[in-house]
Structure formats: C-alpha cells, structure tokens
C-alpha cells in the first residue's frame, strides 16, 4: 500500500513530473486597491513568463491570520516561490517585472 503523504507543493511537484513548475503563494491584507493590483500585476507576470509551468495560490491573511505567523509573513503583499528551491519571497506591489526575474532566479539581473 503506498504511504499517503501531507499535501506540500514538493508532493505536488512530484506528482507532476515537471521540475520547471513554479509554485507561488501571494499572501494579501483584505481586498484593499493595493492587494487587487498586486494579484493582477503576478497573474499577468505568470502568463507571461510561466505559461503552463505554475501554481499560483492566493491567501487572504485577514481570512486566515494564523498562516502569517506560520509563513513569518511581516509585509502584505508578499509572494513566496516555494517552488523550484531555494525559496525566496518578494514584497510589494508586484508591478516590477525585472525585480520578479531576478528575485525568482529566472533571469539574471541588468
């Protein structure tokens, strides 16, 4: 019988056999202008750059506050690249996309 696993994103990963799928988190205070437009900003940001190669979830922390702590969320919006190691989050807007590449280890910076 095959052990059953927690449901992490390396479990995903797995699970999908693609090593290039990105899994980013973007945690947001409340539907405030500043969250909608930085949930716009990394849509568009992955569309554009990880066609078919990402998970985006989208975490509300006034909905569920416990995972600030869990996550050390200390700035919204924050987006987290879980996935591929290493880890790496980014606060702000999103609306730099140079400033994304970079921070995501996709390109290397000008």
Do not use: W
């Amino acid at each position: 019988m095959k052990k059953k696993t927690g449901n992490t994103a390396a479990d995903e990963l797995e699970k999908s056999n693609n090593p290039e799928k990105h899994v980013l988190i973007l945690y947001v205070a409340g539907m405030t202008p500043k969250s909608s437009v930085a949930i716009d900003n990394v849509r568009k940001f992955c569309e554009n750059n990880l066609q078919g190669r990402y998970e985006l979830k989208v975490i509300d922390l006034y909905q569920q506050p416990e995972l600030a702590q869990e996550t050390q969320i200390v700035a919204t919006p924050t987006l987290i690249k879980e996935l591929p190691l290493p880890l790496r989050k980014l606060i702000g807007d999103m609306s730099d996309t140079q400033r994304i590449l970079v921070g995501m280890d996709l390109k290397p910076g000008n």
